[in-house]
């Protein structure tokens, strides 16, 4: 059932591409990460800016510079009657895939995951539409009585309490799709409105939106409105690691801006196959690359360790500071990429070979 909902989250994901190819191809619909992304930062929700605004909770995307923060913004439904269903990203064989957002008549899955707002895991709590307006819950929703008045209060209980950004994997959240939210997949969908494709590019070219700048804690967490980085702006009170998981083997790494952080590879043990010799052959192909691995650790490391000494020589404002450190962890954060690609693909020779 779940290979068959990402196949079909793919599927539509290239129906959106080819309405709205400029936005979506520029975050990454459809493609696989073997890093997942960090948990999801704390912040204040902007007040609603009036009436037929529905929130979009922020995440985060993926981009030729990694990961970076699509803040969280008010939006004009594309019509009466329509709710948002958040993007989110899953764990399958080996990979993060990430699902896109769309606008539909009921709330699809998201993952399961905790955005907050309303968006605690399944549905959304933070309103809802009637007779043609929508009706926003004051208990869970940032909303002015003197400018929309149409509201309610109704209590949410909420025991989702994870901050964790992804669905399944080590440490990713467990839900799975309800069959209402099933159907609603099945149903008609409408992808982002031209303001969220204008918001996301914005924030897909704004350096400090990226998690390898902001260590998980954007500076723009929220706005009022879609592309407005400078006026009604929430920055995030509290942020996470840079990255919330590797892929591979389910095992997590710390995160690494430079080479000669990063741990040794060690070589793991294969299952006995009953073949003596056969096993030794595995172990052997293991040792041979995790030491090829290791010395371009250590090449890497050596590069960058003369970036550093030449910083120092040169006297390097913060500005150059900043650009030689992100370009490390731009090569730290591929090496690991590539390493553990390899990783995988002898792992899957071995498996293979055993059959």
């Not at 043990?269 to 595995?282: A, E, H, I, L, M």
């Not at 090496?335 to 498996?351: D, F, G, N």
Request: with cysteine; net charge positive.
């Amino acid at each position: 059932m779940h290979r068959t909902r990402v196949i079909r989250s793919l599927l539509f994901a290239l129906v959106l591409f080819a309405t709205s190819a400029v936005s979506f191809g520029q975050i990454g619909i459809g493609i696989s990460v073997h890093i997942g992304p960090p948990v999801l930062p704390v912040y204040a929700q902007p007040v609603c800016p009036g009436d037929g605004y529905i929130w979009t909770p922020g995440y985060w995307a993926y981009g030729p510079d990694g990961y970076f923060w699509v803040p969280g913004t008010w939006v004009l439904a594309p019509q009466p009657g329509y709710l948002w269903t958040p993007p989110w990203w899953g764990w399958n064989d080996g990979v993060y895939l990430f699902h896109a957002g769309y606008w539909g008549l009921h709330i699809g899955f998201y993952g399961g995951i905790n955005y907050g707002f309303g968006y605690f895991g399944h549905g959304y709590e933070g309103g809802r539409w009637d007779g043609g307006r929508f009706y926003y819950n004051r208990s869970v929703t940032n909303v002015n009585v003197t400018n929309v008045t149409n509201v309610y209060n109704t209590t949410v209980i909420n025991n989702n309490n994870t901050r964790v950004s992804y669905n399944g994997g080590e440490g990713g959240v467990r839900g799975v799709a309800t069959p209402q939210e099933e159907a609603a997949e099945r149903e008609q969908h409408l992808g982002p409105v031209a303001a969220q494709n204008q918001h996301i590019e914005m924030a897909r070219n704004n350096p400090q939106l990226r998690a390898s700048v902001n260590q998980g804690r954007p500076p723009i967490a929220a706005t009022a409105r879609p592309a407005e980085f400078t006026r009604g702006v929430e920055p995030a009170r509290e942020g996470g690691a840079p990255e919330g998981a590797r892929g591979g083997n389910n095992v997590p790494r710390p995160p690494s801006a430079e080479a000669r952080d990063l741990q040794p590879h060690e070589v793991p043990k294969p299952p006995s196959t009953g073949n003596d010799r056969v096993d030794q052959k595995y172990q052997q192909q293991q040792q041979k690359l995790a030491a090829k691995q290791n010395a371009e650790h250590e090449k890497l490391a050596q590069k960058q360790e003369a970036d550093h000494q030449r910083m120092q020589q040169k006297n390097y404002n913060d500005a150059q500071k900043q650009q030689v450190e992100q370009r490390h962890q731009q090569q730290t954060q591929q090496l690991e990429q590539k390493h553990q690609q390899q990783q995988q693909h002898l792992a899957s020779r071995q498996q293979g070979g055993r059959r």
